[in-house]
């Protein structure tokens, strides 16, 4: 055989084993993210974030247009890695014997739209969903604020679930906001992040504070934090605090 023809016998053979090899790396992207996903809902249970079958985790499969998340209406102490569902960005089942959860459209839309996020997280959660209830934003009144939302907590449109109107409310919002937290008026919280831990942890920060800022207003009216000062502290958080080669995710919760 020819030098060129074994190169092009190399190539073919090459680009035969590359297809089987992708689908590999996906099915184990996949695995973890599932496995992940049952950790990060007992995460919300653990901070008190939902109740019954409310709420959801749903996380980016890397490289792909595909999402993990929660199935509809399955309690969390039932969840298993094998009962996670993935489905597509138009929102259809692509894997998984169970119905995906009826927010998984605002999920998908956020994900089509923001092509930095890999986590999205949706919690009722009761000091936040409080504010959303009044259709109020939180004002950025601490320093925790400052440094994980970067401002106050905006509040979105009402919308309806069922299709991707919530998706849309959330992303026209966080667009004009470094927050990676918004209340959805008469809803509750939507968080988003780098990957689902990230996007946990903003719904988790954001409870924390709902509930601060609510508690200071029984005192009386909550002094905000010029936004100078806002600043500084948003920009240390998110480039100085901690330690240095840590992952990503330990060091905040939106992608700059």
């Given at each position: 055989?020819?030098?060129?023809?074994?190169r092009?016998?190399?190539?073919?053979?090459?680009s035969?084993?590359t297809p089987?090899t992708?689908?590999?790396?996906?099915t184990?992207?996949?695995?973890g993210?599932?496995?992940?996903?049952?950790?990060?809902?007992r995460?919300?249970?653990?901070?008190g974030?939902v109740v019954?079958t409310?709420?959801n985790?749903s996380?980016?499969v890397?490289?792909?247009?595909l999402?993990?998340i929660k199935p509809?209406g399955v309690?969390?102490d039932?969840?298993?890695p094998?009962?996670m569902?993935?489905?597509?960005?138009d929102?259809?089942?692509?894997e998984?014997?169970?119905?995906?959860s009826?927010?998984?459209a605002?999920?998908?839309?956020?994900y089509?739209e923001?092509p930095?996020?890999?986590?999205?997280?949706?919690t009722h959660?009761t000091?936040?969903?409080?504010?959303a209830a009044r259709a109020?934003p939180i004002?950025c009144?601490?320093?925790?604020?400052?440094?994980?939302f970067g401002g106050?907590?905006p509040v979105?449109?009402?919308?309806?679930?069922?299709?991707?109107?919530?998706g849309r409310g959330?992303v026209?919002t966080?667009?004009g906001?470094?927050?990676?937290a918004?209340?959805m008026?008469?809803?509750?919280?939507?968080a988003?992040g780098r990957?689902?831990?990230?996007a946990?942890?903003?719904a988790v920060?954001?409870?924390d504070?709902a509930?601060t800022?609510?508690?200071?207003r029984?005192?009386?009216e909550p002094?905000?934090?010029?936004?100078?000062?806002?600043?500084?502290?948003?920009d240390?958080?998110?480039?100085v605090y901690g330690?240095h080669g840590?992952?990503?995710t330990?060091?905040?919760?939106r992608?700059?």
């Amino acid at each position: 055989m020819s030098e060129r023809s074994e190169r092009t016998t190399g190539t073919a053979e090459r680009s035969e084993r590359t297809p089987g090899t992708a689908q590999r790396t996906v099915t184990a992207a996949i695995t973890g993210l599932r496995a992940q996903l049952v950790d990060l809902h007992r995460e919300l249970l653990r901070w008190g974030l939902v109740v019954w079958t409310a709420g959801n985790v749903s996380a980016r499969v890397p490289g792909e247009q595909l999402l993990v998340i929660k199935p509809s209406g399955v309690s969390y102490d039932e969840l298993t890695p094998n009962s996670m569902v993935v489905c597509d960005f138009d929102g259809n089942l692509v894997e998984g014997e169970l119905s995906p959860s009826s927010d998984t459209a605002a999920h998908a839309y956020i994900y089509r739209e923001m092509p930095e996020i890999g986590g999205v997280v949706h919690t009722h959660s009761t000091y936040a969903s409080a504010w959303a209830a009044r259709a109020e934003p939180i004002p950025c009144a601490l320093t925790a604020m400052a440094d994980e939302f970067g401002g106050e907590i905006p509040v979105g449109p009402f919308a309806l679930i069922g299709n991707d109107d919530i998706g849309r409310g959330v992303v026209a919002t966080l667009s004009g906001h470094r927050s990676p937290a918004v209340l959805m008026r008469n809803h509750g919280v939507f968080a988003v992040g780098r990957d689902a831990r990230t996007a946990v942890q903003a719904a988790v920060m954001c409870e924390d504070v709902a509930r601060t800022v609510h508690i200071a207003r029984q005192l009386g009216e909550p002094v905000p934090i010029a936004q100078a000062d806002v600043d500084r502290l948003h920009d240390r958080y998110q480039n100085v605090y901690g330690q240095h080669g840590i992952p990503a995710t330990d060091k905040g919760v939106r992608p700059r």
